[in-house]
């Protein structure tokens, strides 16, 4: 029987406590540090937050991969509906990811194969994970070539990766990761280097597809703009940790949390005469990573002595709303630490 969320949705993915290191000894790193999520199905949930915040560290924890970057899981779960991702062999997370869990990386021509054609690599995942015929996979490559909107899909399908420009690689890329018909898509800042009309395309393209295929989608940015257009809820992530979580339209409206109030003031918006706020500073590296509230020194709020304590994530008042601050704005009681 599938969980139901708390705002109706069946739940296809739920990270609890995860905790990730790379190194040894003194020299230890916490990219992430006791992160919750949860993803369910028809919904595009946005991981925010500045390079070195941790986000793509957690999206290779979901995806199976981080043995392979040299990182290793501590603590926590990665739940894929019934199925316990850090339980399985390495095989075993192999055959899920494409299968179960589609991946779309930053920068889609280093992950595209460049001495085998864009259909042929479709047709090829299509294969290992689904099976059936050469000709059934290389159809299914053709079609899904169409369904991203490659003019002349069956000609195209034919050809290497390097005659591709960079939106229309990602589009292939997107139709590589939903070709198997996943139930999770992890979209890892699917939009870099991608010129903002490009962008703008190629975000309303993704959006499309998750709607019509009722996937879940986790898309991983460092822009709130690209997130605000087409995610239901946004997570916020600061220093390996989840700082703000909410529905999109509340968390952008009322942020409660001064790092997300940052991030806001530093986008550029309509209204503003080009004028923006920077947030002082920057991310510290894993290494030096603050006591207690890992954003105050970065904060005009902090406080000598309430922000010495680590904060834990609060729920707010405000259903579906959780921050972790020690000034509050939206009344919360305690929910996780």
């Known amino acids: 029987m599938s969980k139901q969320s708390a705002t109706g949705g069946d739940v296809v993915l739920e990270a609890r406590d995860l905790t990730i290191e790379f190194g040894h000894g003194r020299d230890v790193i916490r990219p992430v ?23 793509s560290v957690t999206s290779l924890a979901i995806t199976g991969l981080t043995e392979y970057t040299g990182g290793r899981i501590v603590s926590g779960s990665v ?30 021509r280093r992950s595209l194969n460049p001495t085998m054609s864009v259909g042929g690599q479709i047709a090829e995942s299509v294969r290992r994970h689904r099976g059936g015929s050469r000709k059934e996979a ?59 009309t490009v962008q703008a395309r190629v975000m309303e393209l993704l959006a499309e597809l998750q709607r019509d295929l009722d996937v879940a989608v986790l898309l991983i940015t460092h822009d709130l703009g690209v997130a605000s257009g087409t995610c239901d809820r946004i997570a916020v992530m600061y220093c390996g940790q989840i700082v703000e979580e909410g529905p999109t339209a509340d968390v952008l409206v ?15 918006r ?36 309430a922000c010495d304590t680590r904060p834990v994530l609060l729920e707010s008042q405000c ?8 000034h509050p704005e939206n009344g919360p009681v305690p929910a996780r630490a």
């Open 254 to 268: 009322r942020p409660s949390h001064p790092y997300t109030k940052g991030l806001l003031a530093a986008t550029p």
């Open 33 to 55: 540090d006791g992160v919750d999520l949860v993803l369910r199905r028809g919904e595009m949930l946005g991981l925010v937050g500045e390079s070195g915040s941790g986000k």
């Open 79 to 108: 739940r894929l509906g019934d199925i316990d991702v850090l339980a399985l062999t390495p095989k075993q997370r192999s055959a899920i990811l494409g299968r179960d869990i589609g991946m779309i990386f930053q920068q889609p």
């Open 319 to 326: 259903e579906g709303r959780a921050d972790r601050c020690v």
């Open 138 to 196: 290389w159809a299914r490559a053709v079609e899904m070539l169409d369904r991203v909107r490659i003019p002349d899909a069956t000609r195209r399908a034919h050809e290497m990766p390097f005659s591709f420009s960079g939106g229309m690689a990602q589009r292939v890329m997107i139709a590589m990761a939903l070709a198997c018909e996943p139930s999770v898509l992890v979209a890892d800042e699917p939009t870099t280097a991608l010129d903002a």
């Open 270 to 305: 309509r209204g503003r005469g080009g004028r923006l706020d920077p947030i002082p500073g920057s991310v510290p590296p894993p290494n030096a990573i603050p006591a207690g509230c890992r954003f105050h020194p970065r904060c005009a709020m902090s406080t000598p002595g």
